[in-house]
């Protein structure tokens, strides 16, 4: 079946460096993407999305990359803060024949922990 | 202002007993989704309704139910409780993606009830 999955399950990285966060998909049809952020005890947040018509879109301090040539998309946080602290999922959205059926599937999940 | 609200926060049955997580959503989004997430995991999609039509995940055991008596409530009940159950339970909330056009019906998740199963 598709899926969904990330290289590394948990990132440490300095207060104020950059970090990168990495998800491959396998399937090659998939053409929306999502990021989200899921902080202890909460659920998950929506953070940046993108298209497969785009490589790149940018938010407040976060910027995600899409290739498509390699089925893999990342997440760039720029000048991080304590409180970026938390549990980042790619997931790909897909709908059915209706536009009703939505679906989200979901990557395993990287933790990133942020070093005072 | 809470848009999207699970209770209880924590839920503790016994095995085998009968359980129903609440959902509630002050956002007036048509469709409502449920999903179990276990320790460490990515969530994952047990069904949803699209308005008042239910859409199981195939892969759900019938152990797992849903209940949509209006657009602003939907309970998760589960019928016999087993020690695999245990998750945080994660209601979320979209609006209907034709109005918008997709990409639209980004989901809007509330904090999760957390199962513990005795």
């Known amino acids: 079946g598709e899926s969904v999955g990330l290289h590394l399950p948990t990132l440490s990285v300095q207060e104020g460096d950059n970090s990168i966060i990495n998800c491959a998909y396998s399937?090659?049809?998939?053409?929306?993407f999502i990021w989200y952020k899921q902080e202890s005890g909460k659920g998950p947040q929506f953070i940046i999305d993108i298209r497969s018509n785009m490589d790149k879109r940018q938010g407040q301090r976060v910027t995600v990359l899409l290739n498509k040539t390699v089925k893999h998309l990342s997440l760039q946080i720029a000048a991080t803060q304590p409180g970026d602290s938390a549990v980042y999922f790619c997931a790909e959205k897909t709908w059915g024949s209706n536009f009703g059926n939505e679906k989200l599937t979901f990557g395993t999940g990287t933790r990133l922990t942020i070093i005072p | 202002d809470a848009m999207v609200i699970q209770n209880p926060r924590y839920q503790v049955t016994q095995f085998g007993k009968p359980v129903t997580l609440s959902c509630s959503q002050t956002?007036?989004?048509?469709?409502m989704y449920w999903y179990q997430q276990k320790s460490s995991q990515a969530p994952k999609l047990l069904f949803h309704y699209y308005d008042k039509d239910f859409n199981n995940e195939a892969d759900t055991p019938d152990n797992f139910q849903s209940r949509r008596p209006n657009t602003s409530f939907c309970f998760l009940d589960i019928r016999s409780p087993g020690l695999g159950d245990a998750a945080m339970y994660l209601c979320?909330?979209?609006?209907?993606?034709?109005?918008?056009?997709?990409?639209?019906?980004?989901?809007?998740f509330g904090p999760g009830t957390r199962l513990t199963v005795t």
């Open positions: 956002l007036n989004h048509n469709v």
């Open positions: 399937n090659s049809a998939s053409d929306y």
């Open positions: 979320a909330t979209s609006r209907d993606v034709r109005l918008a056009g997709p990409p639209a019906g980004e989901q809007y």
